[in-house]
């Protein structure tokens, strides 16, 4: 069973660098989409970012200028960086483990996309 | 469009069916994917695809798609399933990822 732990600092002052980690344990890193989400004290799901086994990324544009996602595929871990943090980076911030799968157009076609496995959170708050 | 449109509340009597909806262009090329969120607790994936529920969720929970739009149905309705719900899929292009906004869900 598949499990993702992260860690990395709870409080940081604006400006500062947040700095997650996400290890993977007990399934392969490879095939799969690495992906780092927040919420922000009572609202919705913001998507972050994400990076494959091979190390190719994706990012939110409204981040993107900020953001970096890299792999150690050497540990199964992958880390989070987000630079110059305000308050409104104040978030419980979540990794997951996500895949997509092509369906054979026999039986209808598409693509679906899914996040099966996810870490506890991390809450991380910017404050002066 | 990136963006996915959920009602922000629904309420549903216990026992009864609850339909919850999501919509978005990106819809039409992936499939939606449904995640419960209690308060303090991680999302838990509840559907994914056409209609797939992984291991451990009640068969209670399904999923249908039409054109834009994706619905996640509850029947039967229980106390425990007082929650956020959420809808997810990736972009038109393929190279991003969108949530809905949530559904709040009250059971009566």
């Known amino acids: 069973q598949v499990q993702l732990q992260q860690w990395g600092a709870g409080l940081l002052k604006p400006s500062e660098t947040l700095s997650l980690t996400c290890a993977v344990y007990g399934g392969s890193f490879s095939g799969y989409y690495w992906s780092w989400i927040r919420q922000p004290p009572g609202k919705g799901l913001e998507w972050i970012g994400e990076i494959n086994h091979s190390g190719s990324t994706n990012y939110n544009p409204s981040l993107k200028s900020r953001v970096t996602i890299s792999v150690d595929t050497s540990k199964n871990q992958f880390s989070l960086k987000l630079s110059s943090v305000t308050a409104a980076d104040t978030a419980v911030y979540y990794c997951a483990r996500a895949r997509v799968v092509v369906v054979p157009a026999a039986i209808g076609g598409g693509s679906v996309y899914y996040m099966d496995v996810w870490g506890k959170g991390t809450t991380v708050t910017v404050s002066s | 469009s990136s963006e996915l449109t959920q009602d922000p509340a629904v309420s549903v009597a216990l026992g009864q069916t609850v339909r919850i909806t999501c919509q978005g262009d990106s819809l039409r090329s992936y499939y939606a994917s449904w995640y419960q969120q209690k308060p303090g607790q991680a999302p838990v994936l509840v559907i994914y695809?056409?209609?797939n529920r992984p291991s451990g969720i009640p068969d209670r929970f399904s999923g249908s798609s039409s054109g834009n739009t994706a619905s996640l149905t509850i029947t039967g309705a229980q106390a425990e399933d007082e929650a956020d719900y959420y809808c997810n899929s990736r972009d038109s292009s393929g190279n991003l990822v969108v949530f809905g906004g949530g559904t709040k869900l009250t059971v009566l």
């Open positions: 695809g056409k209609n």
